[in-house]
């Protein structure tokens, strides 16, 4: 492994020789055309191979509906100029929320939620003169889960001796029943209906990044039809994506973002060889995973990696400061890129015509679509994804259809808005939109300082 360090490129020409120099494979092109290309996905036309992936605001109301925080961020996002704005996680359960202010979609604020859709749609089309598909990201944040104030309330499918302390699973009483998630793929099915009558093209079952979903597929000790062999582990996802089509139609996309490779050894984690090596990776379930989704009837996928809540997060966002507790990586940025576009690659060869949004540009900053153009062109990918990125630069699919990103506009990889979120606050760019959420960023880190002397001495801080 290459020591890890800072993005410090003066040209595209630098970043490549670096690469070269680490032996690794990231192919570039100056051709950007294959960005400004449409995509079809399902009965639907995206307009260029751009992606604002999912990231967490935490910043709904109480009710999981609209605030003027969450407002401003999309209307952001689809005046950007991106083909596809990926929204943010939403809970289908109360008690699945990772966050008292995480959206989640109702009967009572769906109409506010309709008329958010119309005014960003209009948006996209007064500045680029066409309008985004929209995918809703449906999740349940399972060990996660934070529904009332800064309490965790883990519902867990199995123990985990690695993540249990840290999350606050101090017996079996977490491990969720058979019965509980048997009613699981009707509450899916219920929030995608919702989405759909409120104008969104589409939900993702979200199983990424250790929430309810994305664990079940590593419960490999767990007993009864939801765990052990692969076909109960994916039995819940594939459940819920068939209850959403059953009630949507055919002509509504369901799409899955999941995760290719945990970085949990097993038992505990999915994509891993049986070895207990955190780092050896095994796609064998996964790519059956991406094959079985695609017969479903699933019409868009995204791989992702990792947990972005334990000491790992480079798996998920390769950075160049950590979060608070987090170790620095044994390995450089870039190797942490090259993993990701190689399990997006693997995803889109095992999901045939179906595409696949790739994720790991952000840290390449301007030089970003550069790859992203070379991975679609190169059959790797469909759709290049921004999570963080989008954040800090929202208008950034615009400005590469129409000159080039800006430097000074692009996130720097600080982990501040993830830091936001780790302290239970409402996430934004700390650096790009400071007016906004430097004060916010501060003041949730004063009262994350503040909880953590409060604990008992020697407890660990939950997460």
């Known amino acids: ?35 400004a290309a449409p995509v079809k996905i399902g009965g639907r036309t995206a307009p260029n191979g751009m992606a604002v992936l999912p990231m967490e605001g935490c910043d709904a109301l109480p009710d999981g509906g609209v605030s003027e925080l969450l407002r401003s961020r999309y209307l952001r996002f689809c005046a950007g100029g991106a083909g596809l704005i990926w929204w943010e996680a939403c809970a289908v359960v109360p008690e ?6 995480q959206m989640m979609l109702t009967d009572e604020n769906a109409a506010d939620y309709a008329a958010l859709l119309e005014e960003c749609n209009w948006a996209a089309e007064e500045k680029n003169g066409v309008r985004p598909v929209h995918i809703l990201q449906l999740t349940h944040s399972g060990r996660y889960s934070r529904p009332v104030g800064h309490i965790p309330a883990p519902i867990v499918p199995q123990r985990d001796p690695i993540l249990d302390e840290r999350t606050g699973v101090r017996d079996d009483s977490a491990v969720c029943s058979d019965n509980y998630l048997d009613s699981l793929p ?3 099915a219920h929030s995608a209906l919702l989405a759909r009558q409120a104008g969104f093209d589409g939900v993702d079952i979200k199983a990424c990044h250790r929430y309810l979903m994305s664990e079940l597929l590593a419960s490999h000790t767990r007993h009864g039809k939801y765990g052990g062999s692969f076909e109960n582990r994916t039995r819940l996802l594939l459940d819920a994506v068939a209850a959403v ?3 949507c139609g055919p002509d509504f996309i369901i799409a899955c973002r999941f995760n290719v490779f945990d970085a949990h050894p097993y038992p ?14 095994d796609g064998t379930e996964p790519m059956r995973l991406a094959e079985a989704l695609v017969g479903a009837g699933v019409q868009l996928l995204s791989n992702s990696a990792g947990n972005p809540y334990y000491i790992y997060p480079q798996v998920t966002r390769p950075f160049d400061t950590s979060s608070q507790g987090i170790p620095i990586p044994q390995e450089h940025p870039l190797q942490s890129v090259e993993r990701l576009f190689s399990f997006t690659a693997l995803v889109q060869q095992a999901a045939g015509q179906v595409p696949v949004i790739g994720n790991g540009y952000t840290w390449l900053r301007q030089y970003a679509p550069y790859f992203g153009a070379a991975n679609i062109a190169r059959g790797a990918c469909r759709m290049v994804g921004f999570g963080r990125g989008s954040i800090a630069y929202p208008d950034a699919p615009y400005d590469i259809l129409h000159g080039g990103m800006q430097p000074q506009k692009c996130c720097v990889a600080c982990s501040r808005c993830t830091q936001i979120m780790r302290d239970h606050g409402r996430t934004g760019c700390v650096i790009r939109n400071g007016a906004v959420y430097a004060p916010l960023y501060r003041q ?3 009262q994350a300082d503040a909880r953590a002397g409060k604990a008992a001495e020697g407890a660990p801080e939950l997460v």
């Open 96 to 101: 699945g929320r990772a966050n008292e202010l």
């Open 245 to 247: 089509r059953k009630v």
């Open 1 to 35: 492994m290459a020591q890890h360090e800072k993005f410090n490129f003066g040209s595209l020409q630098e970043l490549k020789d670096k690469i070269q120099a680490l032996g690794l494979q990231l192919p570039c092109t100056e051709d950007l055309s294959p960005l």
């Open 444 to 446: 949730y880190r004063a």
């Open 186 to 188: 009707a509450r899916y």
């Open 268 to 281: 505990y984690g999915f994509g891993q060889q049986k070895d207990g090596d955190v780092w050896a990776f």
